[in-house]
């Protein structure tokens, strides 16, 4: 296996997950009496640039399909979060009605619909039909097709360039970095920004997120890694945020190279990156430990309250919770039901664990001693939504980082 970035050879394993289905990858009832496909989930380190990385072991065309069931209009965090980048893009970048805005892997039109609001152009590249046809829904100009340097240079060609690309959570789930980032070169304007997020993966070394490694994120960025890619396209990362966002998220704002000054921030990132010990091997060497101590304690805490006759309930049919179910071996029996505020995940099951996926009204029915939030990072919020399962003296559960009853 090659280094999707610099074409190294792998032989460092970051971390190794044993096989699962891939996480987005429900199961209807028709699909309960046949085989599931499994496939090696298995992380390397690059020697030389440092990407952390999976292998192409499905691809991501058979991933994001008609059939991907996440839409980021049902998270309310999500879209405040959409929100605000809109409001402080339109200022910092003084975009106006001249300006065009192009956002890629654009899902349901969370985002592009208040670039909308504001008058300002804009359209969406988002594969996955049923996403896109949410999006086209509100109003938001869609592309059904991957983004790719072949994209850009036809986009190019028939609408001219962006003055602004955003791309959230998607550069991990692409296979072909070097292609991608070539498109976003040949699709910005000379004075254009990209802005793209990512989870940061000193974070997720420092708050053991394993369950964060699926086989939709090809690849794991430290800020390092991801200018060496930038550059090697003629880009230039001019600025960084860190944002609480998925445990810990980085946005890049990019432009070409020499465009424009580059604030204090990304050189003080690089040098805490450096600290951290991110450019040595040692760095990425004890992370397999960190998620089986996760995993065991699930274990632990899962069997317990089994035994002392407890009921449990999940909330949250999110890719990370489906990676540490089927890497801890959990199924309905120490786990009977998960619930989901999406209705294109009610009514089907979990890949792997089988676990059924339900609507709220059950957890009211069941009353369950202890709700277990899967997608850790919107603790608050799920738990502000469920806060009246305190009046029969249900407590929250998280798994990560660390085992906790809230």
């Excluded at 999500?78 to 001249?98: I, N, P, T």
């Excluded at 959230?168 to 292609?179: G, K, L, R």
Aim: proline letters at 4%.
């Amino acid at each position: 296996m090659k280094c999707r970035f610099c074409q190294s050879d792998l032989n460092d394993v970051f971390l190794d997950l044993g096989s699962a289905p891939p996480s987005n990858a429900f199961l209807d009832a028709s699909q309960l009496q046949a085989p599931e496909l499994y496939f090696p989930l298995k992380l390397f380190t690059c020697g030389n640039c440092r990407l952390v990385q999976v292998d192409e072991v499905q691809s991501h065309d058979a991933i994001f399909d008609n059939d991907y069931v996440y839409f980021s209009s049902f998270s309310s965090s999500w879209l405040d979060h959409a929100g605000r980048y809109v409001d402080e893009a339109v200022a910092r970048l003084d975009l106006k009605a001249s300006s065009l805005v192009m956002e890629i892997a654009s899902n349901d039109g969370y985002l592009l619909q208040y670039v909308k609001e504001r008058g300002i152009p804009c359209i969406g590249v988002e594969p996955t039909g049923g996403t896109a046809d949410a999006a086209r829904a509100k109003g938001v100009e869609t592309i059904g097709e991957f983004f790719g340097h072949e994209f850009a240079r036809r986009f190019v060609r028939d609408r001219g360039k962006a003055d602004l690309i955003v791309a959230n959570n998607v550069f991990a789930h692409v296979p072909d970095v070097n292609d991608f980032t070539a498109g976003l070169s040949e699709v910005l304007a000379d004075d254009g920004t990209i802005t793209i997020e990512f989870p940061h993966l000193m974070q997720l070394v420092a708050e053991r997120q394993f369950d964060t490694v699926y086989h939709e994120h090809f690849s794991y960025f430290s800020l390092h890694t991801a200018t060496a890619i930038f550059a090697a396209q003629g880009l230039a990362v001019w600025d960084v945020q860190e944002l609480p966002t998925h445990g810990g998220s980085l946005r890049l704002w990019i432009s070409h190279a020499r465009v424009r000054t580059v604030t204090d921030r990304v050189e003080l990132l690089l040098r805490r990156e450096r600290e951290a010990g991110m450019l040595d091997d040692a760095y990425y060497r004890d992370f397999q430990r960190k998620a089986d101590d996760v995993k065991n304690d699930c274990l632990q805490f899962l069997i317990e309250q089994r035994a002392a006759g407890k009921r449990i309930a999940a909330y949250g049919a999110a890719a990370k919770g489906n990676t540490l179910l089927n890497y801890a071996g959990v199924r309905s029996d120490l786990l009977p039901f998960v619930v989901d505020a999406s209705p294109y995940k009610q009514g089907k099951w979990l890949p792997g664990s089988r676990i059924p996926v339900v609507e709220e009204t059950r957890l009211r029915e069941e009353k369950p001693d202890f709700i277990w939030i899967l997608p850790w990072n919107l603790r608050q919020e799920i738990m502000a939504q469920l806060d009246y399962a305190r009046e029969w003296g249900a407590r929250f559960v998280v798994a990560v980082p660390r085992l906790e009853v809230l």
